[in-house]
Structure formats: structure tokens, C-alpha cells
């Protein structure tokens, strides 16, 4: 993931962050994408959070990096 530090999208960030106007915020946002775009980076602006509750019952997790995620096709119970 790239990391993204140009003094123009900085100040049209800024910009966004104070405009209260939805269409004026909108069309800074634009030019921001634009921006980005030109320069094929890559910006994060939304990051994802999540928690996992794992019985202790629950037997063949296995997590797949690809997905983020565990593989639910291989899940098993023991229930003892």
C-alpha cells in the first residue's frame, strides 16, 4: 500500500475536510481523485475494523489471507 504525501492534495484535503457545502466538497474530492489517479497511487481513506469470536468448541480454523477472513467451508464443532 502507498503512502501519499503531495502538497496539493494535501491542501485539497483540507480544503474538503472544512467545506460544509455536499457540492462543493464533492468537487474537491474529484479534483483530489484526479490527483491520485494521475500519480497511480493508492490512498486509504476508510479502514476496515473487525473481531472474531471463536468458540473454543470450534475445531479446523484456518484464515485465508486472501479473504481477510476464516474459511467457513472448513469449520467443525466438538462438542466433546
Do not use: H, K
Not at 28 to 42: K, N, P, S, W
Not at 46 to 70: H, K, W
Amino acid at each position: 500500500m502507498a503512502e501519499l504525501d503531495d502538497p496539493e492534495v494535501n491542501e485539497l484535503w483540507d480544503q474538503a475536510v472544512q467545506t460544509e457545502d455536499p457540492d462543493e466538497r464533492a468537487a474537491i474530492y474529484e479534483q483530489v481523485d484526479t490527483l491520485v489517479l494521475e500519480q497511480a497511487a493508492i490512498l486509504p481513506v476508510v479502514f476496515d475494523r473487525a473481531m472474531f469470536y471463536r468458540s473454543t468448541e470450534l475445531t479446523n480454523v484456518y484464515f485465508q489471507p486472501g479473504y481477510a477472513m476464516y474459511d467457513y467451508m472448513a469449520l467443525g464443532v466438538d462438542r466433546g
